[in-house]
């Protein structure tokens, strides 16, 4: 998000513009992304995808004002401040990533869930097939349909006066990463904690039936988990991914195989804000600001929520390598961050019927003037939050508040212009130039002996010499 929030008094939080150039994530990029570009051949074939470049060179620019900003005024006491621009990038800026966990939870808690209890279907696959999902999108939406039919039988079974025709009302999380900075696909699905029918015969009537699931154990859950395996298994031959005899023997491994299926976390339907936690855990991004710590000069150190394999919770890296993993784990263009299935589903006959249990909350906000009644639109999309509505959901603070008089401000002006840019930032003191981003440096060995015998004159530090063998190599040997 775009922003920090201070306590300025008891009781009383005030609105401050963060500086993305002072945190570690930043200045890592700054000085090291250049490099990593230049010698990036890890994680890619040839080079990064050009939309991998795009969006670090974006997050470069993110909450600088030396780039653009807005100015919010406030009509009592004429006080202003500056709102830097952000990239709305996705996977690489923390501030732009938070921002759309964040609305993302809020529109699905508002407007989409009703007020029923929602489960937490998880599923992961083995390591054998997670390659295969890493880099098929449609190989993905094959493995998470087979998941949530199974869930939806499961759901069925354990609804007491459903019929064949009742369906669940989920939303899919297609999760592309793990906890230590890893390509881990997995899914996390919210359901609905039972099945919906139509009230009446024909599906498009205006009523909808809701079957609560009741005897949810283990043993169902386990059910489940039996049912994707030999499915998943089935759909992997099929496609001629591995072997049938693979399969067969995968299909006999001991232990779940790999395969993995948990369904403990559930949220009672009064509990609004326990939902809206939970849909933020599933929309979360790929790696989190205040896990980063400085190990030394060349080390960073990453703090996994979750032990790694080997035990230990800390992921030593150098610069250039948490780029790598970073940009290894930046979504392609147009690739979907969650879907919906069942009756929430888009052209869902029931999907309106469902979505209205949700009752959203009218919040009216405020309208410092009668002329700040035109500065928005009448007709604002359900999923679209104003920056500073979400900001005061997630912070308790109302950013639009004067900090001296705690009136209402109202943004007046969007100012891109480099000329009044420049005008407007040394008038307030601020720098007027955007912070220097480091060029590629080459070798470190290389550089040291260069300079070395630059400075010392020395013939022996000839670095486009190379030096004699200590022995006499015969390459007979080597053939």
Request: charged fraction near 25%; aromatic fraction near 8%; hydrophobic fraction near 40%.
């Amino acid at each position: 998000m775009d922003a920090t929030v201070k306590r300025a008094a008891p009781g009383t939080r005030c609105y401050q513009r963060r500086r993305p150039e002072r945190t570690l994530w930043y200045r890592t990029v700054q000085t090291h992304f250049e490099t990593w570009l230049e010698r990036s051949t890890g994680q890619f074939d040839e080079s990064p995808p050009a939309y991998v470049e795009r969006a670090f060179r974006r997050y470069l620019e993110c909450g600088i004002l030396a780039h653009g900003f807005a100015r919010a005024h406030c009509d009592e006491c004429k006080h202003d401040f500056l709102i830097a621009f952000s990239c709305k990038g996705r996977g690489v800026c923390p501030s732009c990533n938070t921002r759309r966990m964040a609305e993302t939870a809020a529109h699905l808690a508002d407007h989409v869930f009703p007020r029923l209890p929602v489960r937490q279907w998880v599923l992961s696959v083995p390591k054998r097939l997670r390659y295969f999902l890493q880099r098929d999108a449609a190989l993905q939406g094959a493995v998470l349909r087979i998941f949530l039919r199974a869930v939806e039988r499961c759901l069925r079974d354990h609804s007491p006066g459903c019929g064949t025709s009742a369906h669940i009302g989920a939303v899919a999380f297609i999760h592309r990463f793990g906890s230590s900075l890893n390509e881990h696909v997995h899914f996390h699905c919210c359901v609905v904690d039972g099945v919906f029918e139509a009230d009446g015969e024909d599906d498009e009537a205006q009523g909808v039936v809701f079957h609560a699931a009741t005897g949810l154990d283990a043993g169902a859950v386990a059910d489940v988990q039996a049912l994707v395996r030999r499915r998943i298994l089935r759909a992997f031959v099929s496609r001629g991914l591995i072997d049938k005899g693979d399969g067969e023997e995968m299909g006999g491994w001991e232990h779940g195989g790999g395969f993995s299926v948990d369904a403990s976390v559930r949220i009672e339907g009064t509990d609004r804000a326990g939902l809206e936690r939970l849909l933020r855990y599933c929309a979360r991004p790929p790696f989190a600001l205040e896990h980063l710590q400085q190990l030394d000069a060349e080390h960073l150190v990453y703090h996994s929520p979750k032990p790694r394999p080997d035990g230990t919770r800390d992921l030593v890296l150098t610069p250039l390598e948490l780029i790598d993993k970073i940009a290894a784990l930046v979504p392609p263009p147009r690739a979907h961050r969650h879907r919906y299935y069942g009756v929430l589903a888009p052209n869902a006959p029931l999907r309106a019927a469902v979505t209205a249990l949700a009752a959203v909350p009218v919040i009216a906000e405020p309208k410092p003037s009668a002329a700040a009644d035109t500065d928005e639109p009448r007709h604002r999309a359900a999923s679209r939050y104003l920056w500073a509505m979400l900001l005061a959901r997630i912070y308790e603070a109302f950013p639009l508040a004067c900090p001296i008089c705690h009136a209402p401000m109202r943004i007046i002006a969007f100012i891109n212009d480099a000329g009044t840019v420049r005008k407007i930032l040394d008038h307030i003191g601020e720098s007027t130039l955007p912070p220097r981003i480091a060029p590629a440096r080459g070798p470190p060995l290389w550089d040291a002996v260069a300079d070395f015998g630059q400075a010392g004159n020395d013939p022996q530090w000839d670095t486009s010499a190379q030096p004699e063998p200590e022995f006499e190599f015969d390459q007979r040997v080597a053939w």
